[in-house]
């Protein structure tokens, strides 16, 4: 049975930052790429971020370069997302997930497991 499990969500300010956490058991970790998704009250799961299975290659969506670093600890099992300058529209469940494959995609339906999430807050 894998499980994906997030933390580190919570409440700050605008301007502010998180670092999440994924904890991933029951699988061979370090064989496959790993994501970062969100949604946002009323809106679709949108892709944040990706890293390939040895952290050599990452990818961002447009609104997250700059400001979020993906990173991986494979000894751990766990991907990072280390979040900072957060804005009001970064407000969203964050979930962490797992690929297919070695290598980043930014669709989600190539992601075959899924944690609960975790909740980002920012106020303005």
């Known amino acids: 049975q894998v499980q994906l499990v997030e933390s580190g969500g919570g409440l700050v300010q605008a301007g502010g930052s998180l670092r999440l956490s994924c904890a991933v058991s029951g699988r061979t970790f370090t064989n496959v790429a790993m994501g970062w998704f969100r949604r946002a009250p009323g809106k679709e799961r949108e892709f944040v971020a990706g890293?390939?299975?040895?952290?050599?290659?990452?990818k961002y969506a447009e609104y997250a370069k700059g400001r979020f670093t993906i990173s991986r600890d494979n000894v751990k099992n766990t991907v990072y997302l280390q979040m900072d300058s957060l804005k009001p529209e970064d407000t969203a469940i964050y979930y962490c997930?797992?690929?297919?494959?070695?290598?980043?995609?930014?669709?989600?339906?190539?992601?075959?497991?899924w944690g609960q999430g975790t909740q980002v807050t920012v106020s303005s």
């Open positions: 997930a797992e690929g297919r494959w070695r290598f980043v995609v930014n669709n989600a339906g190539e992601y075959d497991y």
């Open positions: 890293i390939n299975w040895n952290g050599e290659d990452t």
